[in-house]
């Protein structure tokens, strides 16, 4: 994703989470030197808006360059980030190692090459090399790609975790989520990200993960996971095509509707999925999942930015309860034809009940998307029972599905669109037998907008892609 678009106002993200859980620092205060004297990492969820003010914008960039800046002398960050493209990540990590911070970082290998250049990660990747001299082996920093999966045959290294050994005097910090270390995830991106402080376990399982990425070799086991209740990470690729340890799929499997002691107020499971991109078997096995709760009674919304035209079909056909409620989280304000503000979670909530608990809270997050290309590529995907950051993840989609971001200027008829002042009465070329644009602002992958005055062919999709 190169290029940047401008800022639109918005609705000022009211939801911004600010978790903050109580603390534990255990450990010597001489761990921590003058870098992160006082500093903490905050625990739990945050979000961004690409909407409203900086602050609001860059809230997780912001928390990440906050681990990193106070990364203390002999302390170790790993990396793992589909795309590193930001001038300000880069000067931060470069710092860290000027301070006496390792610093190891992945990226995968499709956002620098010859077609698609990277100044910021060259710029990384010979800076840290350059700091390495007369630096002992083990203490040695490096940036690297993947060629496709770091730790499968196919797919990509869509990973994206930050490990801190310290920083400041917060331990052992893991945070993962859906935000790539760019600019365009905190301008062009609705993101999550999820951190852990001073947990052992999920901390030394993250670690060795990362250390198997960074041969970029297949591993004989690659869907492993660790649970340290209420918590489980999670990490993809699957060694079938089926992803059996899909745990979005699991956990619909075993939602009932009716019975819910935590659910809405007429005591059904309430579910919302905001899965980015949902398409190929997987997409549509969890369509027709999320199809067949709906008609049974629970309280479903979807917030998406791809769907495939036969998911969508499943959805909005109309069944005894209706349509699924669904929202395209996608917008183009500048009227160039192209989605350049859109949304990238990929999370599930449930409260209510699943199997046997009428009492259930489930979250499910990361960076993997509800497609086949995630069943074989790198990715992170955590399961939560917390009930708060369960309540706090709904609470953001709950907001966002009922102040979605706006498309300006949108004209909708049978076969032509207005994407804004710049292609007035645009043509559009669509999949074969496909409607172009549906009455919910749906509009199908493989569709392709028409300027009629320049003749330039437009992908409204062109800057989501696979991030």
């Known amino acids: 994703m190169l290029t940047r678009r401008r800022v639109v106002s918005g609705c000022a993200l009211v939801l911004m989470s600010l978790v903050a859980a109580s603390l534990v620092w255990t450990g010597s205060p001489q761990a921590a030197d003058a870098a992160g004297a006082g500093y903490h990492v905050t625990p739990g969820p945050i979000f961004n808006s690409a909407s409203g003010p900086n602050k609001v914008k860059y809230a997780i960039n912001n928390h990440i360059k906050g681990a990193i800046n106070h990364a203390p002398h002999g302390s170790t960050i790993r990396i793992m980030s589909w795309n590193i493209m930001s001038r300000a990540a880069t000067d931060t990590l470069l710092r860290a190692q000027r301070r006496g911070v390792r610093v190891l970082v992945l990226m995968d290998a499709s956002n620098w090459s010859n077609d698609v250049p990277n100044p910021q990660f060259k710029r990384l990747k010979q800076g840290l090399a350059r700091g390495n001299k007369g630096r ?12 496709g999966s770091c730790r499968g045959r196919t797919g990509s290294a869509h990973s994206k975790m930050y490990l801190f050994s310290w920083s400041g005097r917060s331990p052992r910090v893991v945070m993962e989520g859906s935000a790539n270390f760019t600019l365009a995830a905190a301008t062009n991106q609705w993101n999550d990200l999820f951190t852990w402080v001073n947990n052992t376990k999920i901390y030394n399982f993250a670690v060795s993960i990362f250390g198997q990425m960074w041969h970029d070799r297949k ?5 492993q996971s660790r649970t340290v209740s209420p918590f489980t990470l999670a990490f993809s690729p699957e060694s079938g095509n089926r992803f059996r340890g899909d745990p979005v799929t699991k956990t619909l499997n075993a939602v009932k509707c009716t019975g819910a002691v935590h659910g809405n107020a007429n005591h059904h499971t309430v579910i919302r999925f905001f899965p980015d991109v949902m398409r190929g078997a997987r997409g549509l096995r969890n369509a027709r999942q999320l199809r067949t709760l709906w008609n049974a009674g629970c309280d479903v919304r979807i917030g998406y930015t791809v769907m495939s ?8 056909t109309p069944g005894k309860r209706g349509k699924v409620p669904i929202r395209h989280m996608a917008v183009d304000n500048n009227g160039d034809g192209q989605f350049d503000k859109y949304f990238h979670l990929k999370s599930l909530t449930v409260n209510g009940v699943i199997g046997g608990n009428r009492a259930a809270y489930r979250l499910i997050q990361g960076s993997s998307n509800a497609s086949g290309l995630s069943s074989v590529s790198d990715e992170n995907i955590a399961t939560i029972t917390k009930p708060r950051a369960v309540r706090r993840y709904q609470q953001h ?9 706006k498309v300006s200027g949108r004209v909708v008829t049978a076969r032509t669109t207005t994407m804004g002042p710049g292609l007035r009465n645009a043509r559009l070329l669509t999949p ?9 602002g749906y509009i199908a992958p493989g569709t392709k907008v028409v300027d009629p005055i320049t003749g330039r062919v437009v992908d409204p999709y062109a800057l989501v892609d696979q991030d």
């Open 136 to 147: 002992a082996a083990n203490r040695k920093s490096a940036a690297k790609v993947c060629q």
């Open 219 to 223: 591993v004989a086991n690659p869907w």
């Open 309 to 316: 035209y036969k998911a969508h079909q499943v959805l909005t």
């Open 397 to 405: 989609m709950n907001y966002w599905y009922n102040h979605a971001p």
């Open 432 to 440: 074969q037998g496909r409607p172009a644009v549906a009455p919910d």
